[in-house]
């Protein structure tokens, strides 16, 4: 599959419009669209953080090496 990445911009009320001609006609597309996230404290940040499935990782039980009282190695 392959990709391509443009950026744009919505209007005033919220619409996307793309203009974009590709040599291939009369194909099945996937659109996927990702929306940059205002991150404006650090709760904010640490909701996205917690809830991003990258970061799954962490809640495994080898990981859990710290207490909550003093942060020093278990």
């Not at 203009?19 to 650090?42: P, S």
């Not at 809640?59 to 278990?74: A, C, Q, R, V």
């Amino acid at each position: 599959m392959k990709a391509i990445e443009i950026k744009s911009k919505t209007n005033k009320k919220g619409h996307l419009k793309l203009d974009l001609g590709l040599k291939e006609a009369d194909k099945n597309v996937k659109v996927l669209i990702l929306m940059e996230e205002e991150l404006n404290d650090e709760n904010d940040w640490l909701k996205v953080v917690s809830n991003n499935p990258a970061f799954d990782f962490l809640k495994e039980e080898e990981e859990d090496i710290y207490t909550i009282e003093d942060g020093n190695e278990l």
